[in-house]
Every structure is written in structure tokens, then in C-alpha cells.
């Protein structure tokens, strides 16, 4: 051994630096957070290693950042949390991911092991309180652990299908250290290994299910493919495109699969949904849950003997939804596999085919009513004229088409129908959950994965009031976000109680649907340095569109709405 190694103290490395160049080396970029005791030398310790960390008000919003980001870039968002209440916070992005199938890892400190159970500061048993929402958690009880613990993780999270996962590292944890030689040692043996296992990873699609899916659809008289955002995670939209345009199947996106082919496609049967999923008799699903959204594959939406093709990566969600023809793997595979198989047209249709002909017919008359709807200017604004307006923004920005965030009740229903998607992985909404209070969030990770394109959300007030406070994080990093609120006075708009039913003591109270009439929600952006708008016509509108669009800055634009356009609970009327 040399003289000079012996006298000089090896190097080394603290557990912050450790878990930031664990990440750095497993390829993260980004993280979202909240920092505080213990966890804030992490996140600089991450920035010094060229992660990009935004850091947020509230972890709720955080967390939904991080599951957006894996859902827009197919790699694990990360979410830092401080310990207990952080940790809870940040339950919600978590849970969020569960149900969305997105990849997210969130890491939270938590409390010294040799205080827990003895009321330390923040103490909670965080592994208990991540259980229904994970894949995986792991707490590290050693700093020998960690590498191994965030390199499980992201790996976890990603495989399959896609979810959330936990790593909990204690107080303690985060101040011991080793030398780097055995940091090096360690995270080469993990890339090493990880390599390994993921060579093993080679999805064999079934021949057989590809034969039998072939048959199926080539006796079909009626067949409908429908996507999701499976198929989107997947970046399956080239092969969604060649399946489409190789057998002339007409198709219907879920609200987030919008985009994977332009809605405005010859044989996009959006706009005629109904007949669509309710006259079908073969339904290709990729990479969508037979759930809620599509009313659980049943009548009375669908027909009693509709055959379902699943293409899923998730084999339980298969079998939960038999009897019907399951392909497992990655969407992408398994189209690829499906579509090379196609060889002469199996449905042989073209637009003059009776359903495909049915399909279009139905499309265009629905397509032209609404446009009676939309071509009037109604003042005061109801839902459809300022969406218009917003609609015919976003068209004329062409490609890249900015990406649309949509949350609240009757501004997402109508949003979705009239605001038009043309390149995959451009929308964002409440989601399989129906979560309300993701906008600002998933903003954020939208404008920081995809820095390319502008970012326009269009919520409704309530909706926007959840992370309002996060239009200071916009202002901070510059990002190039515009917020348009459909300020109605409430959580569906005015008070619209019978006048019979308000009684007692409070009767004189707001009801609890109300907000403030008029609330200044452009006035909040400027105290931060944004750029405000309040507009009420169509002309303002239009400038203020223009105006932020152009300069690519976080804006608000406040717009009101008739308190009582609209239905109450949008279109869930009849659960409320
Ligand atoms: P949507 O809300 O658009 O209907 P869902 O979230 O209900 O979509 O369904 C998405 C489905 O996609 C899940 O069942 C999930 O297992 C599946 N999935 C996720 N990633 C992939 C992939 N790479 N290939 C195929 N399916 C996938
Ligand atoms: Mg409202």
C-alpha cells in the first residue's frame, strides 16, 4: 500500500449524499417535496448532483406532481416528504398513483429508531400508515441498506403495473456515513445486478391469444378499440395508430387515452360514444380498466354479449374481468405482435362499411349540434362559450400542443368533450379517482417533464382553491403555466338549495357549496409577481388567451361564469 493512503482519511459520504447519488446514478432527474427536519440537507445534496428539486407549499400537491411525472415520462416521480405529518401528506400523491397506475416513489424521513414508540417529534409508524397504498415500502434501518432501498423502489414501482412505492429512512440513518470506496462498491454491485434481472425481463406475448384475438375480431360485425392510459404509459400510440388504420376499426379514447390519435380522426367515435360502446360486439380494450369509467364493461352502457379483447400488463386485472380474451404484456409488445399478424384487412372495412358508416354518421351529427351550442356568444359566460374560446387558443398554437391539466365538475365534463386532444400524453384530469385538487401539481410536473410545450389548465374554482397556494411555485421557477379558473362562486356554482330546506341556527350561513362571489383569484398570482387576468366577455377572453399564450409565464385568468349555468354535480347528478 502506498505511504500517502495510509496517512491521508479515506473520503466520505454522508447518507444524504448517498440516497442523492443512489438516485442520480438510477437516472432521476427530478424530485418534488417539501423540505424540513430531517430531510433538507437531501434535497440539496440532490440539487449539487444536478436533480432538479421543486420545492413545493404542501406535499399533497407535491405528491401529485410525482405521480404525474411517472405517468408523463414513464420513469418513477419522486416525492421527498419530512417525517409524520409530511409523510401523511404526501399519502395523498401516493394513493393517487395506486389508483391511477403511475409510477412514484415518495421518501420520507422519520423519526430517530431509538426514540420511536417514546412521543418523539413527528414519530409515526410510516410504514403502517403507506400500506394500502404501495407496492413495495422499505424503512432502512443502516446506512449500508439505502442504496439497496432506493434502488428497489424505482424498481418496484415501474414493473408491472405501474404504482407507488415507500422508502422510510430514519433520522439516524440520514447522519451516519461510509467511506466512498464502499458507496462505489455498492451501487456498482446494485447497477450490476439490476442488470441482470432486467435482461431476464423478455415479455413473450401469447401466439396463441394473438390467434385467437385475430378470430375474434375478424368475425366481429361491430368492433370498437378503445384506449387508455396504459396504452399512453406504454407510448403505445404508433402501434395503436397502425392497428386503427390497418383493420378501420373505429375508436373511442378513455379521457386521459385522448390524444393518442388526434380526436379529430376520421375514425374517432368520441363523439359518439353511446352507440359506440353500446352497439359493439367486439371491444379491444389497451390498457384501460373495465371500471367505472367504462361502466364496468356491463349493461346497460354495453351489450350483454359484447366480447372484450384485454390487453393489459397486469394479469389480475385480466382475470378479475373474465369471461373475455386476455393479452398480457406491454401494450406496445403486444400490438406490435397483434398488428404483425394482421395480414390481409381481418375487418375489411374503410368508411363504407354499415357500422363504421353508422358510427361516423352519429359523430358528425353530434359534432355539428354542438357546434350550434358553441358558436353562440353567451354573456354572462356559461361553461361552453369561454371553452370555445379556450378550444380555438389551443388549435391555433399547432404542435407542440400544449398540455391541458382539467379538474372540477362541469368544467372538466364540458372541458372534456369540447377542448380537442391531438398528441398523446397531452391530458391530465382527476383521473381513475375522481381527484379533486391535483391542478396546480400536476401543472408543475407537466411544464418540468415536458419543457417544450406550454401548459394550460382550465379548472373550476373549487378545484383551483385545493392548491392554489402553488401559483407562488409556478412564479418561482418561472414555469410556463397558464390557469384558467371557471370562477362560478362554488363547488358546482350558486346556492341552489330550496329555500324550504334552509333552517336552524345557521340558516343565515353560506351554503356549503359557496365561496365568496367574485373571489379574486388573478389578484393571487400578482402578489407572488405573476401575470393576472379577470375577464367576463369574449373579447377579454380572447386578449388575455393571446397575451399569456404568447409569453410562455405563469398567469391566472379569472374568469366568471353565471353562478347558476351548469348542472349540480356536473354530470355524477345522479350519485350526489
Ligand atoms: P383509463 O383511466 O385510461 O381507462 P386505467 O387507469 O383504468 O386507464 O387503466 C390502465 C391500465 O393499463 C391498467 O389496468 C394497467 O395495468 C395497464 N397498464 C399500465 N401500463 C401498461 C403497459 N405498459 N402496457 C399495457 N397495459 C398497461
Ligand atoms: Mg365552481
Known amino acids: 500500500m502506498a505511504a500517502e493512503s495510509i496517512d491521508q482519511p479515506a473520503a466520505t459520504i454522508d447518507c444524504n449524499q448517498l440516497v442523492a447519488k443512489s438516485l442520480s446514478r438510477a437516472g432521476i432527474t427530478h424530485m418534488f417535496g417539501v423540505v424540513g427536519i430531517p430531510v433538507t440537507s437531501l434535497a440539496n445534496r440532490a440539487v449539487a448532483l444536478g436533480i432538479r428539486f421543486i420545492a413545493f407549499h404542501n406535499e399533497q400537491s407535491a405528491g401529485y406532481a410525482a405521480s404525474a411525472y411517472g405517468y408523463l415520462t414513464g420513469r418513477p416521480g419522486i416525492l421527498l416528504t419530512v417525517s409524520g405529518p409530511g409523510c401523511v401528506h404526501g399519502l395523498a400523491g401516493l394513493s393517487n398513483a395506486a389508483a391511477n397506475a403511475w409510477p412514484m416513489v415518495m421518501i420520507s424521513g422519520s423519526c430517530n429508531q431509538q426514540d420511536f414508540g417514546r412521543g418523539d417529534f413527528q414519530e409515526l409508524d410510516q410504514i403502517e400508515a403507506v400500506k394500502p397504498f404501495v407496492k413495495f415500502s422499505v424503512k432502512v434501518r443502516d446506512i449500508k441498506d439505502v442504496c439497496k432501498g432506493v434502488f428497489d423502489c424505482l424498481d418496484w414501482s415501474g414493473s ?78 404508433n402501434e395503436v395508430k397502425d392497428l386503427v388504420v390497418k383493420t378501420g376499426i373505429p375508436f373511442l379514447p378513455t379521457p386521459m387515452g385522448k390524444g393518442l390519435l388526434p380526436d379529430t380522426h376520421e375514425l374517432a367515435a368520441t363523439a359518439a360514444r353511446s352507440l359506440a360502446i353500446g352497439k359493439c360486439d367486439v371491444a379491444v380494450v389497451i390498457g384501460a380498466r373495465l371500471n367505472w369509467l367504462l361502466h364496468f364493461g356491463e349493461p346497460p352502457k354495453w351489450s350483454k354479449d359484447v366480447k372484450f379483447i384485454l390487453i393489459d400488463i397486469d394479469e389480475g386485472e385480466i382475470e378479475l374481468r373474465k369471461p373475455c380474451l386476455g393479452l398480457v404484456g406491454d401494450a406496445k409488445m403486444v400490438l406490435k405482435a397483434l398488428n404483425k399478424e394482421i ?10 362499411h354499415p357500422w363504421v358508416e353508422a358510427i361516423t354518421n352519429k359523430a358528425k351529427d353530434n359534432v355539428a349540434k354542438m357546434e350550434g351550442l358553441l358558436a353562440k356568444d353567451v354573456v354572462p359566460f356559461n361553461f361552453l362559450t369561454p371553452m370555445r374560446i379556450i378550444r380555438d387558443a389551443i388549435i391555433g398554437l399547432g ?140 373579447d377579454e377572453l380572447k386578449s388575455a388567451l393571446t397575451e399569456s399564450f404568447s409569453a410562455r409565464k405563469p398567469a391566472v385568468i379569472n374568469v366568471t361564469i353565471d353562478p347558476y349555468a351548469g348542472a349540480e354535480s356536473g354530470r355524477m347528478q345522479h350519485k350526489n
Open 399 to 538: 404542435s407542440p400542443a400544449p398540455i391541458l391539466v382539467s379538474e372540477g365538475a362541469n368544467t372538466m365534463d364540458v372541458g372534456r368533450s369540447v377542448l380537442v386532444q391531438m398528441e398523446p400524453r397531452t391530458r391530465l384530469d382527476a383521473g381513475t379517482w375522481g381527484t379533486m385538487g391535483v391542478g396546480l401539481g400536476y401543472c408543475i410536473a407537466a411544464a418540468v417533464a415536458s419543457p417544450d410545450r406550454l401548459v394550460v389548465a382550465v379548472e373550476g374554482d373549487s378545484g383551483f382553491g385545493f392548491s392554489a397556494m402553488e401559483v407562488e411555485t409556478l412564479v418561482r421557477y418561472q414555469l410556463p403555466v397558464v390557469v384558467i379558473v371557471f370562477n362560478n362562486g362554488g363547488v358546482y356554482g350558486g346556492d341552489r338549495r330550496n329555500p324550504e330546506d334552509i333552517t336552524g341556527p345557521y340558516k343565515d350561513d353560506p351554503a356549503p357549496t359557496s365561496f365568496v362571489p367574485g373571489a379574486a383569484y388573478h389578484v393571487l398570482i400578482e402578489a407572488f409577481g405573476g401575470k393576472g387576468y379577470l375577464v367576463g366577455t369574449p
Open 343 to 352: 395480414k390481409d384487412d381481418p375487418f375489411c372495412l374503410g368508411r363504407t
Open 160 to 237: 408491472g403495473r405501474p404504482g407507488g412505492c415507500y422508502l422510510d429512512i430514519p433520522s439516524d440513518v440520514l447522519h451516519q456515513s461510509m467511506t466512498e470506496l464502499e458507496a462505489d462498491k455498492l451501487l456498482n454491485d446494485i447497477e450490476n445486478n439490476r442488470k441482470v434481472e432486467n435482461d431476464k425481463l423478455v415479455n413473450v406475448v401469447s401466439k396463441e391469444g394473438i390467434e385467437k384475438a385475430i378470430s375474434l375480431i375478424r368475425k366481429a360485425e361491430r368492433p370498437l378499440i378503445v384506449f387508455g392510459k396504459g396504452a399512453a404509459i406504454a407510448k403505445a400510440e
